[in-house]
C-alpha cells in the first residue's frame, strides 16, 4: 500500500505529491521544520514541537498556516492513514512558490508537507551497546536556534562521520562542543555533573533535550548549562546524545577514545528509561 502524504490541504499518496520548482524550500531552504516521535500510534511531546515551530516561523517571518489544532489533525489522519504504531511523523513549512529573488515575496502562501517514517524507537541495537561519534568542526550559520532546512552543513557532517564508522558527529566551535548533527550533547563530567551548552543562537533548543533537564531537576541530578570541551568529553564519566527521533542514547568512544568505562553509563540509562516510560504513560 502506498504511503499517504499531505501537501497543501491533500492527503494523497506518496508517488502523487508535488511541490512547484519555484517554492522557496526547494531553491533556497527557506522553510522550517519539525520532527515528532509516534511512540503507541500517539505523539510524544507535540505541544513543544508546535512552541517551537511557532518560534521559528515567526524568527524568519512566515505565517503560520494554520492553527495548532489543524496541525495536529494533520498528524494524527497521516499516523492513523498509515498504521505508525512506532515512528515519525516530519512536518516543513516552507514561504511558498513565489518567481525567484531572493527578497521574501509579499502576501506569501506557506507550502505545507508532512510525512510519516514506520522505525523502531524504543527497542534498538544503539541504545543497548551505545554510539561511537566523532567531532568535527561547526561550519553552520550563526541562527542555529531556528530549525531551518538549510542543513547542508549538518548533511556534510553526518556524512563525514558515516565514512569514519560513526553513528553521530559532534560540532566544535572556539573549543566548545555546540551539539550533534542532529542532535543535543550531553556529558557527565569528571566531577558528576550533567553538563549541555546553553540555549542562545549557538544551538538548536532540542525539545528531548529540553525534557531531560527536567528530569535532571526531578532525579536530584547536579547540572549546569555550560559549555564543554572536547577534551573535557574525553575525560567524562558518560556521554550521551538526545533527539526526537532517538530520545537518549549513550556515547560510548569519542574519536576512537572510549568514554567512561566504554560501556553505556547509569545515567543515560536512567535518563532513557524514564523518558520512555513518561512517553508511553502519556500517550496511554
Known amino acids: 500500500m ?82 505508525v504504531d512506532e515512528g515519525i511523523v516530519y512536518l516543513q513549512i516552507s514561504r511558498g512558490s513565489a518567481e525567484r529573488d531572493f527578497a521574501y515575496p509579499p502576501s506569501p502562501l506557506p507550502t505545507v508537507v508532512a510525512f510519516t517514517q514506520t522505525r523502531p524507537l524504543v527497542n534498538t541495537p544503539q541504545a543497548e551497546t551505545g554510539v561511537d561519534i566523532i567531532t568535527i568542526p561547526d561550519i553552520r550559520w550563526k541562527r542555529r536556534d531556528i530549525k531551518s532546512t538549510s542543513m547542508l552543513a549538518q548533511a556534510m557532517g553526518k556524512q563525514e562521520a558515516k565514512a569514519r564508522g560513526a553513528y553521530e558527529a559532534w560540532m566544535v566551535e572556539n573549543g566548545a562542543v555546540t551539539e550533534g548533527t542532529s542532535s543535543s550533547a550531553f556529558i557527565v563530567d569528571k566531577d558528576g555533573v550533567l553538563r549541555t551548552q546553553p540555549l542562545g543562537p549557538q544551538i538548536l533548543p532540542g525539545v528531548t533535550r529540553r525534557a531531560i533537564l527536567r528530569l535532571a531537576e526531578e532525579d536530584g541530578v547536579s547540572l549546569e548549562e555550560r559549555p564543554f570541551s572536547v577534551a573535557e568529553a574525553y575525560e567524562a564519566r558518560e556521554a550521551f546524545m538526545t533527539a526526537a527521533s532517538a530520545f537518549v542514547l549513550p556515547i560510548v568512544t569519542i574519536d576512537g577514545r572510549a568514554i567512561g568505562t566504554g560501556e553505556p553509563g547509569p545515567i543515560a540509562r536512567a535518563f532513557r528509561a524514564h523518558y520512555i516510560a513518561e512517553a508511553r504513560a502519556a500517550s496511554a
Open 2 to 83: 502506498s504511503r499517504i502524504v499531505y501537501v497543501n490541504g491533500a492527503f494523497e499518496p506518496e508517488e502523487e505529491a508535488k511541490v512547484s520548482v519555484f517554492d522557496r524550500g526547494f531553491l533556497f531552504g527557506d522553510a522550517v521544520y519539525e520532527v515528532t516521535a509516534v511512540l503507541g500510534g500517539r505523539l510524544v511531546d507535540f505541544d513543544a514541537h508546535l512552541a517551537r515551530l511557532d518560534r521559528s516561523l515567526g524568527e524568519i517571518e512566515i505565517p503560520r498556516p494554520m492553527p495548532d489544532e489543524g496541525l495536529r489533525e494533520v498528524h494524527e489522519t497521516l499516523i492513523a492513514e498509515n498504521q
